[in-house]
């Protein structure tokens, strides 16, 4: 009886220390990706940041992965800015996970990689804190960069790529293009759709350093 109780509360407690954890995770990675997300959008006036009901499933962006939610920055009741969560399936280690921030005018206002398994020393010079590659997206739009243009200097296009990990930078160069690609084609109803939920933490209530 007394191991059967013991057995019992060993099991509650771990079960409500996974939850505290659970809960403690998610709201660290939300913190992060809306720290993402106001460095994103620095550049574009805004109040709020609230999740639209579209997502990049069915935006048939190329080579987006799986359903993620598309933000729209808020000002005053109007958008200022598009923020397309999008993953491209052609890393060279797998999946690459980025933000791509778009204004209201069709320019980009970064670009920040989320998560990817690349090559340390190597494809990792995606992430902002390893280099400042993945700046040169900020301020191209379709008329300043024609998406033809789109392409790693090897292939023709723009774009420095990485010794020993062209295949990294590809992937994220065509995937930023076609999210611009898809902005461009429809803003329309990017801008005017409505949404379904407001962000649970609005990124001036985080504390610095979080």
Do not use: C
């Not at 191991?3 to 996974?18: F, H, Q, R």
């Not at 359903?67 to 052609?90: C, E, K």
């Amino acid at each position: 009886m007394l191991v059967a109780a013991t057995a019992i509360v060993a099991s509650a407690i771990v079960s409500g220390s996974y939850e505290i954890s659970f809960e403690r995770i998610q709201k660290n990675q939300q913190e992060r990706e809306l720290a993402t997300l106001d460095e994103l959008l620095k550049a574009s006036n805004y109040d709020e940041v609230i999740e639209s009901s579209n997502s990049a499933k069915n935006t048939n962006i190329a080579r987006s992965l799986e359903p993620f939610p598309i933000y729209l920055a808020i000002q005053n009741g109007s958008p200022t800015a598009v923020v397309f969560s999008v993953g491209s399936s052609q890393g060279y280690n797998g999946p690459i996970y980025m933000l791509v921030g778009i204004d209201i005018h069709g320019n980009i206002t970064g670009v920040r990689i989320t998560n990817h398994r690349e090559t340390p020393g190597l494809g990792d010079q995606i992430e902002i804190e390893k280099s400042d590659w993945i700046t040169n997206f900020n301020q191209k739009n379709i008329f300043n960069s024609p998406l033809s243009s789109w392409k790693v200097t090897k292939d023709g296009g723009q774009f420095d790529g990485f010794t020993s990990a062209t295949i990294t930078a590809r992937a994220v160069i065509y995937s930023v293009r076609d999210t611009l690609a898809y902005f461009e084609k429809n803003k329309t109803d990017l801008i005017t759709q409505p949404v379904f939920s407001t962000l649970k933490t609005e990124i001036s209530d985080l504390e610095p350093n979080q």
